[in-house]
């Protein structure tokens, strides 16, 4: 079985245990819930949304007072938990303007569980496994070479 093809059924199988029976990848969240669930105000939802950051992935046009308006996808909560980790983290609005596009461009998915966003507070990182880390602030797409001190341990091992 290939990776991607093993990487997928792994994200089906954790996304159908995730949130009860409701599937993530199919829910929708109203704005008052992404308020709720990532600390930002309502101001700073409209800004996201203003500046394309963070748009509404579907918008109720016939809502009557008192029912949502605004409803974003389970990738648009993910994206907005990360930007609001990297502003605690000190990036400006701008930095994670830049990386939100560099990810997307490199057609990165952000509710892929298999992957991680590394920072040492002055770029941001994205790895897919323990021996590929690429830059996706400062030198978009620029590869990092790891080496991995468990896989030096182990080679140690055996040869002993």
């Known amino acids: 079985m290939g990776h991607?093809?093993?990487?997928?059924?792994?994200?089906?199988?954790?996304?159908?245990?995730?949130?009860?029976?409701?599937?993530?990848?199919?829910r929708l969240y109203t704005l008052p819930d992404l308020l709720r669930l990532t600390g930002l105000t309502r101001r700073q939802a409209t800004y996201w949304a203003q500046t394309g950051l963070l748009t509404p992935t579907m918008r109720n046009a016939q809502a009557v007072k008192g029912k949502p308006v605004y409803f974003y996808s389970s990738r648009d909560v993910v994206k907005a938990l990360i930007v609001c980790e990297l502003r605690r983290a000190g990036f400006s609005p701008r930095q994670v303007q830049q990386v939100a596009r560099n990810l997307k461009d490199g057609g990165i998915r952000?509710?892929?569980?298999e992957l991680f966003l590394l920072t040492d507070g002055y770029?941001?990182?994205?790895?897919?496994?323990?021996?590929?880390?690429?830059?996706?602030?400062?030198?978009?797409?620029?590869m990092l070479f790891l080496v991995t001190i468990h896989d030096q341990v182990e080679k140690l091992r055996r040869a002993a």
């Open 4 to 26: 991607a093809l093993k990487q997928a059924k792994t994200m089906k199988r954790i996304l159908g245990k995730v949130h009860g029976a409701a599937r993530l990848d199919k």
């Open 110 to 113: 952000l509710d892929d569980t």
């Open 123 to 142: 770029s941001v990182y994205y790895a897919t496994s323990n021996n590929e880390v690429v830059d996706v602030l400062k030198h978009h797409r620029q």
